[in-house]
Each structure stands twice: as structure tokens, then as C-alpha cells.
């Protein structure tokens, strides 16, 4: 069976890789020159940045996918914990920096910090993270490799059983469940900041994901050495291994189709290559609104309209003289002014928040290859509105003036905050990368940075199929498919991608 899959990010190498290991005749096609999607990497004297995700959290995702390609998330990558998981600092109240806290996986670390900032809190971490942990498992179990092509999932004993205890889950906002069992302000900032990895705010999705805190404060946060770009090369690798042919620099211009089955791919170029089934891993509104014409369609516009997407991000990417160790390996900064932020990037009055709550990637401190010697890579995360005229990025700060006035606050705003005053004068190397860039670059729905917000209108059997109901032999992986954003995520969708697959083709073409 000949496969065209369009798009070179995780979702699209790990189908490639499970349907040629299957024995499929896959090509893999890339409008980019580089492979990697959203988890990209860029260099530059020196310093080597992922310019996309840089958590590995969900292990056991990355570990099954590897053992369906016969190997090992170990004979792959070269893992190690992060101690602490992450740091935190809270605005400063004067003009210097502001409070300091570190982050240290593990229940009783993690209940010593509650404990010292909240007396009596103790207790109610340990439910709180033992309600966190049966709803992963629950989710991991039951949901996140479901399909939802039938709806037995849903009728199964167990989610039967667990649906007194889930109903409120998903009919409360995580921050209102976080609110009722927590008074410190950084406590719950803690608990609430995972649902930007959601594409959401802690106000916006529902409190089952309040099961993001047993990945970092239970589990651990890993890091591959070289950098979360060791994880697209390893999938790389093993796609190349299986028999994928990969193809780079050449976009899809369409998906061809004979009646309402699909029948290649047409790339920019005019060539046409022809295949028995198509797999579109691209953003999922380009592939729909710009590969199909409207009459094939599942997702036309006018649902894209009624959709809320994740935020759009700024990212500024420094290469910095000296050490830094002000900074860990992950840093958050958060603002007093928590519901404002959020009430900036997703309310009826979008702009890019002032302060705003930041991420700040240090990789540099666990790893020595992402820098030279002596200096620091610094990725910085500001969340702002999905919206493209806000602006692109560029190098040395020659991107559009609104983006790079923004890296500037940011910049100072890291400075002050994590007592770095001479921050801007040690940047040796900088570059800016917007929603302008999402939108061009990765044909992202309004620019956004990671695919359709986890709200509960977009999460499990609400979110979009892995299969087209216009377009026979058409299937969707990726971050706006089910069931999710992330990586992890997204290697399930590829999963998901070939059980839609399996259970679509006759048996002689399996």
C-alpha cells in the first residue's frame, strides 16, 4: 500500500515510521527544509535552541511508542531528571528581584514546600495529587488512545463507575478547583500554570487536567541531552530505518482526490504523487481550508470560527556571555495580577500582556552542547494573543517593531525579576520568532502556538477525528487532532491515525 503523508513534525515522522514498519511504502512529504515542525531547532555561533517544545513529561508515551518500533525510549535518547523540576519566581514588590522558589519533584518534596508556605496544606497536596494521579491513569486507560470511531469507549465499566467523581472534573475550571483547596497565591500558580501546556488558562479549562500536576510534582521532569530536537532525530532515524522515503522543500499545494476519495498529493511544484491513502499531520484549518476544496471539507470555516485556539507565543531566543545561574534549567515568572494576564491573551480585548507571566528555558545549565563554553542559552516563552498582525520575528532584532518592543520588556522583565541587571548587556545572540512566523512558517490556525485550546468543547470525543468524513482514505494526526497538544500527544495521534487505518482498509492491503 502506497502512503503520502504531508508534514515533517513528530505526528507526521511517527506515522510515517508505524506505517512503513508495518511494511507500508510511505513517502513523507515537507514544505519546510527541515524536519520538526513546531519542535524545531535553529543554531547560531555556537548556541542551539529548540525553537518549540522543551518539556519531556508522559514517559511511558514516548516509551510505548518506541517499543511498537521495536526499541527503546533508552537506546534512543539519553534521559536525565531534572532536580529541581523547575523554578519559580513571584513579581518582585520593589525594584529588586523577586521571590525565589524552587521546585523539587517528588510527593514528599513537593508537600515540605506546600507545607512551609500554607501550614495545613499538606494533606490536602497528597489528595489533591491522588485524585491527579487516578485521573492520568484514567485518561491514559480510557481515553487519550481512543479513537471515538464507536462509542464504546464511553460505556465502558470503569468510566461508568468513575463518573460521580468525573462529572464535577469537567464541569468546574481548574482554577476554581485549584481556589477551593489552596489560599497561597504561588501555591496555586503552581498548580494552575500547567494549562498554558494545554493551549488554555487555568480560568478556561476544565479541572480533570488538574492531572498535569502529577507529571511534573509526582512523576519528574526529564530532559533528552541535546535538546527535545534528539527526539524528532531519533523518530527521524527510525522512519529512514523502516523504508520512508522523506522529501524536504517541497509544500502540498493539494490533496487530489477522484470522487470522494483521496489519491495523492499535488505539491507546489506540479508533480503529483499518487497513493492508496493520504495522511495530513499539517495544521489541521490549512489542510482542511487550503488542501480540499469546500465540498470536501469536514471542517470548514465556519467551524474553525466558533473554535478557540491556544495562545499565540512570542519566543526570544538568547545567547548570553557568562553563566547564569539565577536561572534553572525551567523557569516560571509569574505576575500578582494572574487573572488579568490570561483575561489579556484570551478576553474580548486581546493584547500582549504587561507584565506578563513568563517560561524561561536554561538548557544550558544541564547541558554543555547547546552552548559554547562559558556562555548560556536562553529560550524565553511570552504567551500573548493568537493573532498574526501582531507581528514576525528576526535576528539581532530586526523583526517587525511591536514584536521586538515586546522581547524587550521581556528581557528586562527576566532581568529584574531573577536579578540579572546586566542581562541585555551579555546578549551576544538573539532572535525573535512570533505568530506572524506561526502563520507563515507552519500554516498555524491565527498564528497560534500550539494547536486547538484543551477547552471542553475541544477535548476527547468533542475534539476533531483522526479520519475525514468527507474524503475516504484521508487521515488527520497532529496537535488540533485528537487527542492533543504536546508531543506525547501527538505520537498517540499517529497511533490513533494507523488504528483508524487499520480499521478502515481491507484486510489485503493491511
Known amino acids: 500500500m502506497?502512503?503520502?503523508?504531508?508534514?515533517?513534525?513528530?505526528?507526521?515522522?511517527?506515522?510515517?515510521?508505524?506505517?512503513?514498519?508495518?511494511?507500508?511504502?510511505?513517502?513523507?512529504?515537507?514544505?519546510?527544509?527541515?524536519?520538526?515542525?513546531?519542535?524545531?531547532?535553529?543554531?547560531?555561533?555556537?548556541?542551539?535552541?529548540?525553537?518549540?517544545?522543551?518539556?519531556?513529561?508522559?514517559?511511558?508515551?514516548?516509551?510505548?511508542?518506541?517499543?511498537?518500533?521495536?526499541?527503546?525510549?533508552?537506546?534512543?535518547?539519553?534521559?536525565?531528571?531534572?532536580?529541581?523540576?523547575?523554578?519559580?519566581?513571584?513579581?518582585?514588590?520593589?525594584?529588586?528581584?523577586?521571590?525565589?522558589?524552587?521546585?523539587?519533584?517528588?510527593?514528599?518534596s513537593v508537600r515540605a514546600l506546600f507545607e512551609q508556605r500554607e501550614p495545613g496544606s499538606g494533606d490536602r497536596l497528597e489528595a489533591y495529587l491522588d485524585s491527579a494521579g487516578e485521573a492520568?491513569?484514567?485518561?491514559?486507560?480510557?481515553?487519550?488512545?481512543?479513537?471515538?470511531?464507536?462509542?464504546?469507549?464511553?460505556?465502558?465499566?470503569?468510566?461508568?463507575?468513575?463518573l460521580p467523581q468525573l462529572a464535577p472534573l469537567l464541569t468546574t475550571s481548574l482554577s476554581r478547583h485549584i481556589e477551593r483547596r489552596f489560599s497561597d497565591p504561588l501555591l496555586q500558580q503552581i498548580l494552575g500554570y500547567p494549562a498554558v501546556f494545554l493551549g488554555g488558562s487555568p480560568y478556561g479549562v476544565p479541572s480533570l487536567y488538574h492531572l498535569m500536576s502529577h507529571l511534573d510534582l509526582s512523576q519528574g521532569v526529564l530532559y533528552p541531552a541535546g535538546g527535545l530536537i534528539e527526539v524528532i532525530h531519533a523518530i527521524e532515524r527510525l522512519a529512514r530505518a523502516a523504508g520512508v522515503t522523506i522529501r524536504t522543500g517541497v509544500p502540498a499545494r493539494r490533496?487530489?482526490?477522484?470522487?470522494?476519495?483521496?489519491?495523492?498529493?499535488?505539491?507546489?511544484?506540479?508533480?503529483?504523487?499518487?497513493?492508496?491513502?493520504?495522511?495530513?499531520?499539517?495544521?489541521?484549518?490549512?489542510?482542511?481550508?487550503?488542501?480540499?476544496?469546500?465540498?470536501?471539507?469536514?471542517?470548514?470555516?465556519?467551524?474553525?470560527?466558533?473554535?478557540?485556539?491556544?495562545?499565540?507565543?512570542?519566543?526570544?531566543?538568547?545567547?548570553?556571555?557568562?553563566?547564569?545561574?539565577?536561572?534553572?534549567?525551567h523557569t516560571l515568572l509569574f505576575t500578582r495580577e494572574w487573572s488579568e494576564g490570561f483575561d489579556a491573551i484570551f478576553g474580548d480585548d486581546p493584547r500582549i500582556p504587561d507584565p506578563a507571566s513568563l517560561y524561561v528555558c536554561t538548557p544550558s545549565v544541564t547541558d554543555p552542547t547547546v552552548a559554547p563554553a562559558g556562555s548560556s542559552n536562553?529560550?524565553?516563552?511570552?504567551?500573548?494573543?493568537?493573532?498574526?498582525?501582531?507581528?514576525?520575528?528576526?535576528?539581532?532584532?530586526?523583526?517587525?517593531?511591536r514584536v521586538e518592543e515586546a522581547a524587550d520588556r521581556a528581557i528586562a522583565q527576566l532581568a529584574q525579576w531573577a536579578g540579572i541587571p546586566d542581562l541585555a548587556?551579555?546578549?551576544?545572540?538573539?532572535?525573535?520568532?512570533?505568530?506572524?512566523?506561526?502563520?507563515?512558517?507552519?500554516?498555524?490556525?491565527?498564528?497560534?502556538?500550539?494547536?486547538?485550546?484543551?477547552?471542553l468543547g475541544q477535548s476527547a470525543m468533542f475534539r476533531p477525528k483522526n479520519a475525514s468524513r468527507r474524503v475516504a482514505g484521508l487521515y488527520y494526526a497532529g496537535a488540533s487532532a485528537l487527542p492533543g497538544i504536546g508531543l506525547p500527544m501527538c505520537l498517540i495521534s499517529a497511533e490513533l491515525a494507523v488504528e483508524r487505518i487499520h480499521r478502515d482498509a481491507p484486510a489485503s492491503v493491511r
Open 255 to 329: 490533496i487530489t482526490t477522484v470522487g470522494r476519495r483521496a489519491t495523492g498529493v499535488e505539491l507546489e511544484s506540479g508533480e503529483t504523487i499518487d497513493a492508496d491513502l493520504v495522511v495530513s499531520t499539517a495544521d489541521l484549518h490549512h489542510t482542511e481550508t487550503a488542501l480540499l476544496p469546500p465540498d470536501l471539507q469536514t471542517y470548514p470555516q465556519r467551524w474553525w470560527d466558533k473554535r478557540t485556539p491556544s495562545p499565540g507565543a512570542l519566543l526570544v531566543l538568547l545567547g548570553v556571555d557568562g553563566e547564569l545561574p539565577e536561572l534553572a534549567h
Open 378 to 401: 536562553v529560550f524565553m516563552l511570552v504567551p500573548i494573543p493568537a493573532d498574526p498582525t501582531i507581528g514576525r520575528g528576526g535576528v539581532d532584532g530586526d523583526g517587525d517593531p
Open 136 to 162: 492520568y491513569d484514567l485518561a491514559v486507560s480510557r481515553f487519550l488512545y481512543d479513537s471515538y470511531a464507536t462509542t464504546a469507549g464511553l460505556r465502558d465499566r470503569e468510566v461508568l463507575r468513575r
Open 2 to 108: 502506497n502512503v503520502i503523508i504531508i508534514g515533517g513534525g513528530i505526528a507526521g515522522l511517527a506515522t510515517a515510521a508505524l506505517l512503513a514498519h508495518e511494511g507500508q511504502n510511505v513517502t513523507l512529504v515537507e514544505g519546510r527544509a527541515e524536519l520538526g515542525g513546531r519542535a524545531g531547532s535553529w543554531e547560531q555561533d555556537g548556541f542551539r535552541f529548540d525553537t518549540g517544545p522543551s518539556w519531556y513529561l508522559m514517559p511511558e508515551v514516548f516509551e510505548r511508542f518506541f517499543e511498537l518500533l521495536g526499541t527503546t525510549a533508552a537506546a534512543e535518547l539519553d534521559l536525565a531528571p531534572l532536580t529541581p523540576a523547575y523554578r519559580v519566581y513571584a513579581e518582585p514588590t520593589g525594584d529588586g528581584p523577586g521571590e525565589r522558589v524552587d521546585v523539587v519533584s517528588g510527593r514528599a
Open 425 to 455: 548587556a551579555r546578549i551576544r545572540v538573539r532572535r525573535t520568532i512570533a505568530p506572524g512566523d506561526f502563520a507563515h512558517d507552519l500554516h498555524a490556525w491565527r498564528g497560534n502556538s500550539l494547536g486547538l485550546a484543551h477547552t
